[in-house]
């Protein structure tokens, strides 16, 4: 049986960056993190875990953070509450005076993100120029 409340952030028992989380992919090189988050959607149940995983590495690193990337080059659907993980995160990452970006995001989303005024919170952008365009 899976035990979930193990499934957040990374194994720190080994010396690899070994994803434990279903739901996203975190990687953090030079101040910046990048979170790849799996789709193809984020519900509920992904947003919380998804919050959890992100949240916990911001605060891993602390003030060494200068940007944190979303990547959603995966999903195709947002819930509400998946949209309030996106401000979430952000505002836990303002907390230690990084940049939040997107990127990845579908037509359909990036019109529903403009929609909800959230592009004004987020730089949306089509690639990573923090990781480069192969990260």
Known sequence: MTEYKD????????????????????SFIN?????????????EREATIVANAINAQIKQHGNKLKSLVLDFSEIQ????????????VRNTAEQFNA?????????????LFEIMRLDRLFNIEETDSAFGSAA
């Open 7 to 26: 499934m957040n952030g990374f194994n720190t028992n080994n010396s690899t960056n070994e994803r434990r989380s279903l739901f996203v992919d975190i």
């Open 77 to 88: 659907f947002i819930s509400s509450l998946g949209l309030g993980m996106c401000i979430d």
């Open 31 to 43: 101040g910046n993190m990048k979170a790849c988050v799996v789709g193809p959607r984020i519900g």
């Open 99 to 111: 940049n939040t970006s997107i990127i990845g995001l579908t037509t359909n989303l990036k019109e």
